[in-house]
């Protein structure tokens, strides 16, 4: 059963109020499958093996949270979009396909173990730009 983690934070900070240090989080760990009913909080890291479960999260969400943070991988290739104003969530939806267009492989390799923890530093990298308001579509690059 693969675990679902929802960052939460009860009163945002809106990036030109950022001060440096982020008073709270609550991040609420859900260990079943997505399910489009429940609450979400209001930043989202997508991490999932499907790219057809990765559309239909983001078809149910997109509207509902303010950062969305996707991290795609095979094998030592990495790829991570995030989210954060109207210009990118219009760019998002093009980046989602058809899972029979999906290159094959496995992203669970032992060997590739390293890959996803490069991949989690960098989602959380791409959140702590959203948090200092430095995350823009100027600066919005794909990292392969």
Not at 42 to 58: K, L, N, P, Q
Not at 81 to 93: E, H, K, N
């Amino acid at each position: 059963m693969k675990q679902r983690t929802w960052a939460r934070r009860k009163s945002w900070l809106q990036p030109w109020q950022f001060s440096g240090s982020i008073r709270r989080i609550n991040v609420e760990s859900v260990a079943d499958r997505f399910r489009p009913k429940p609450a979400t909080g209001d930043a989202i890291f997508c991490c999932v093996d499907s790219i057809d479960t990765r559309a239909a999260i983001w078809r149910t969400v997109q509207h509902r949270c303010r950062f969305w943070a996707d991290g795609r991988m095979l094998g030592e290739v990495i790829r991570i979009l995030a989210v954060a104003d109207p210009v990118a969530r219009g760019y998002y939806g093009t980046t989602l396909f058809p899972g029979t267009e999906a290159q094959q492989g496995s992203c669970t390799a032992k060997s590739t173990i390293y890959v996803a923890s490069i991949a989690g530093g960098l989602l959380l990298h791409q959140f702590t730009r959203f948090c200092a308001g430095c995350l823009s579509t100027e600066t919005r690059r794909s990292i392969c």
